[in-house]
């Protein structure tokens, strides 16, 4: 096990660089001039010596390969440069946005994990019946539904015809004069609609993939002949089924750990949250070439990472599995 955590955490550097690079390429590549959105429409009045020493101290007079170079090396050492857009440093804008997108993730998250797994066993195990059949219809109701479509119906219906929950936003403009308490509901009041968004597919998704694993498992060979000694149903079910069900769930939730960095861009958009999904949409459409990059190379980073730890609970979940 040990020998084969370092070849898996050798190999991420070499992937690291790969992906990275290749996203490098994309965004220094792609139309548009990151100077003139960043001056936006005092450009047309920006002299050509002007112009070149905009370029010259943001590093973009040099060839695009010694400039990713440049780029890692800072990148290795924390340094994920100034934003062109905010002029301040891409980190601290990160750590700024970071607890609004964590927030919201981890309660969607959550209740992905909860309801999808519930839902998924109890299907499985009855499967043909009544709730299998139902759970099962309303399920794929959920998941083909258009997120940013909820979205706005459900802002039109909760927050601008009942006025239930707040339109948009993190807090509300007097956030620091409320107590702890008040400061708790007014957070879980303004999350409350995008938190539904980000989990409703999400639970659809996992629920129907455990309700497959939770059949396939239990018609193993094991699982029968556990029956046929005798052992009681609750026991099988604990020990044989849903132990071994979880398997898929663990590679489904790889990708929570860039999730709560990266954040849902669109979902933030349309519910104007200041988090990373936000920051990472307007660095885009400015070209913010050291926003964009930095926040590209964390989340394919925490992915890396993600994987190699899902592989390692894999051989917890299932003692049967073995890395050699």
Do not use: C
Not at 231 to 247: A, F, M, P
Not at 264 to 289: C, H, M, N, T, W
């Amino acid at each position: 096990m040990l020998w084969y955590v370092i070849k898996r955490t050798i190999l991420i550097i070499p992937t690291f660089i790969g992906i990275t690079l290749v996203i490098f390429l994309v965004v220094h590549l792609a139309p548009g001039d990151p100077i003139r959105g960043m001056i936006g429409e005092m450009s047309s009045k920006l002299s050509p010596e002007a112009y070149e020493l905009f370029k010259k101290t943001y590093g973009l007079d040099k060839p695009i390969l010694e400039r990713y170079i440049v780029w890692l090396g800072n990148f290795l050492t924390f340094n994920f440069g100034n934003s062109f857009q905010y002029g301040k440093g891409v980190g601290e804008l990160i750590l700024d946005r970071l607890p609004v997108t964590i927030t919201i993730n981890i309660f969607a998250n959550l209740i992905v994990l909860i309801f999808g797994v519930t839902i998924g066993v109890l299907a499985g195990i009855y499967r043909g019946k009544l709730f299998d059949k139902v759970s099962s219809v309303v399920l794929f109701g959920l998941y083909s539904l258009f997120e940013p479509w909820v979205a706005l119906m459900l802002i039109l219906v909760f927050s601008i015809n009942l006025g239930i929950f707040p339109i948009g936003g993190f807090t509300s403009i007097n956030f620091d004069q409320m107590n702890f308490f008040e400061k708790v509901a007014d957070v879980m009041n303004h999350i409350a609609l995008p938190v539904i968004v980000l989990s409703y597919a999400g639970i659809a998704f996992v629920a129907k993939i455990v309700r497959t694993s939770v059949i396939e498992v239990s018609n193993q060979e094991y699982v029968k002949f556990a029956r046929a000694l005798g052992v009681d149903e609750k026991t099988i079910r604990r020990h044989y089924i849903l132990r071994n069900s979880l398997i898929p769930v663990i590679t489904i939730f790889s990708t929570v750990l860039p999730s709560l960095i990266a954040g849902s861009v669109i979902i933030e958009k349309i519910f104007s949250l200041p988090g990373i999904g936000q920051l990472f949409y307007s660095a885009v459409f400015s070209r913010d070439y050291p926003v964009v990059m930095g926040l590209s190379a964390i989340s394919a980073l925490l992915t890396l990472i993600s994987l190699l730890i899902a592989d390692l609970l894999y051989a917890v979940v299932d003692p049967r599995i073995r890395y050699e």
